[in-house]
């Protein structure tokens, strides 16, 4: 037996479609409402303010009495007058220095005896270790031998008499080797103190110990005095008890 219902009068085939629109208009005007905002709008007046008459102040002329300024003043001058020059003046003749081809140069012969020869004194630098006469550290004798091993062993007194740990590197641990480097000068002196070491407080340190050395007979190469270099490693480091 057929169905005599036309398939396309069916009302609710396409109900989910109807209904999901209908969710989503009713969404949109929900969202429309809660984000609609007004705004409150105060009553104003406006007033026409109309001049009808023009006010006229008479303001009143005042004369000020300024008196005249006074004359300018006449600055006399003093007279010109023109005198004729009288005594005559000589003139002065430059003559060129320069030597032209027709010139002759006198011709000069030098002797040796006319040259005059000045000596210049050279600093010689001699290493301690093969100099001829070491340098002469107060109250060292003997031969240059003996003379050597009192230097090294008055070297080593003057830097454990004289040594000082500076505080500011022993609060940081700051510790190291440094080498100092000078020279006795041929009138027996220390200078050109230099060092090196791995801060510059243990540097500064070294080198005034350095600075407190006694002045010594010089050093002597071939019976004449001269700068001996040195340098000596200062080590700092901390000791246990």
Request: hydrophobic letters at 40%.
């Amino acid at each position: 037996m057929e169905s005599k219902k036309n398939p396309k009068a069916n009302v609710g085939r396409n109900s989910n479609l109807y209904f999901a629109v209908g969710l989503n208009v009713m969404l949109v005007l929900t969202y429309l409402g809660l984000e609609h905002k007004t705004y409150d709008r105060a009553a104003t007046q406006v007033d026409i303010l109309q001049l009808t008459e023009q006010l006229e102040e008479d303001i009143p002329i005042t004369k000020l009495d300024i008196p005249p300024p006074p004359p300018p003043k006449v600055i006399a001058t003093e007279a010109i007058t023109i005198v004729e020059d009288v005594a005559e003046i000589e003139e002065t003749v430059i003559e060129s220095t320069e030597i032209g081809q027709d010139d002759v140069i006198e011709e000069r012969v030098v002797s040796v005896e006319d040259v005059a020869v000045e000596e210049v004194e050279e600093d010689i630098e001699v290493p301690f270790a093969v100099i001829e006469t070491v340098p002469k550290w107060p109250g060292c004798t003997g031969n240059n031998d003996q003379l050597r091993a009192c230097f090294q062993k008055k070297m080593q007194e003057h830097l454990l008499k004289n040594f000082r740990y500076p505080d500011v590197a022993a609060e940081l641990g700051i510790h190291g080797k440094v080498y100092v480097f000078f020279l006795i000068d041929k009138t027996g002196k220390v200078t050109k103190i230099k060092s090196r070491g791995p801060d510059k407080m243990l540097e500064t340190e070294a080198e005034r110990i350095i600075g407190l050395m006694p002045k010594m007979e010089p050093g002597k190469q071939r019976n004449r005095a001269v700068g001996v270099p040195y340098s000596v490693p200062i080590n700092f480091q901390f000791i246990e008890n």
